[in-house]
């Protein structure tokens, strides 16, 4: 079974910056994708960046410039820098990812999320 643990989340003035980690452990063939999502109080679920097994990435308009997608496929781990942080990023940001499994190709997994709060 794959989890992930995220870590890195915490409070920041505005135009600060903060570096989130997501680590995936359990038996995986091969990582998919690996991406970050958000979610603000009362809003729904969104897209903040993705990123393919062959490094391919892809950002969402509000955080282009400002936020940074990598990851080490040796060590199962994703990171995202986020700079220039907004009152706005305020959310709970959650890992996903898509593995190769033994008994799956395509297994989605979310982490539980780690809050991120930046104050005006």
């Known amino acids: 079974q794959v989890q992930l643990v995220e870590s890195g989340g915490g409070l920041v003035q505005g135009g600060g910056s903060l570096r989130l980690s997501c680590a995936a452990s359990?038996?995986?063939?091969?990582?998919?994708?690996m991406g970050w999502y958000r979610q603000a109080p009362g809003k729904q679920r969104e897209l903040v960046a993705t990123?393919?097994?062959?490094?391919?990435?892809n950002y969402a308009d509000s955080v282009k410039g400002r936020f940074t997608i990598s990851r080490d496929n040796a060590k199962n781990t994703v990171w995202l820098q986020m700079n220039s942080l907004k009152p706005e990023d305020t959310a709970v940001y959650y890992c996903?990812?898509?593995?190769?499994?033994?008994?799956?190709?395509?297994?989605?997994?979310w982490g539980e999320g780690t809050l991120v709060t930046v104050s005006s």
């Open positions: 996903n990812g898509n593995f190769w499994v033994p008994s799956q190709y395509g297994k989605d997994v």
């Open positions: 359990g038996i995986i063939l091969r990582i998919n994708a």
């Open positions: 990123i393919t097994q062959s490094g391919s990435t």
